[in-house]
């Protein structure tokens, strides 16, 4: 049996997972990484994505996440998300109205449209229908 660790997936107000990993892979703000068992010590900041855990007995999860950090410590990891959704909770219909939502904002162009925050919002919603397994026929 590979090594492992103690895995937590934290967000405000929850704890999203709890258990024994045997990897994890995270979108980090330079792109993606892993962690495995034995982990050199390290924090990092997380980004908008999909976060991949291979659980002790070999299935693998996904979380939709949007921001944070991840902190690796000998035997324990700790996801501190700014959101985190396991893929089997996430509300498809939610995630799409809000989908809808963005995209009529960036539609609009103007002035009181704050276009990053839009982009930010269509980004995490088509993140969460990734991760919900929706599959998009247009973007």
Do not use: C, K
Not at 36 to 64: D, I, K, Q, Y
Not at 85 to 113: H, K, N, S, T
């Amino acid at each position: 049996m590979p090594p492992v660790y103690q895995l937590q997936v934290i967000a405000p107000e929850q704890m999203v997972y709890e258990g024994r990993a045997v990897s994890l892979v995270a979108p980090g703000r330079e792109g993606y990484f892993g962690v495995l068992a034995h982990h050199a010590p390290m924090v990092a900041e997380l980004a908008t994505g999909v976060l991949t855990v291979e659980e002790e007995r070999g299935a693998r999860r996904r979380f939709a996440i949007s921001g944070g950090f991840v902190e690796v410590e000998h035997d324990q990891v700790h996801v501190l998300a700014d959101a985190a959704e396991a893929g089997e909770d996430i509300d498809v219909a939610r995630a799409q109205a809000a989908e809808r939502r963005a995209r009529e904002w960036l539609a609009r162009r103007r002035p009181e449209v704050d276009i990053a925050r839009a982009q930010a919002a269509l980004q995490r919603a088509l993140n969460r229908l990734r991760v919900a397994g929706v599959e998009r026929t247009q973007r």
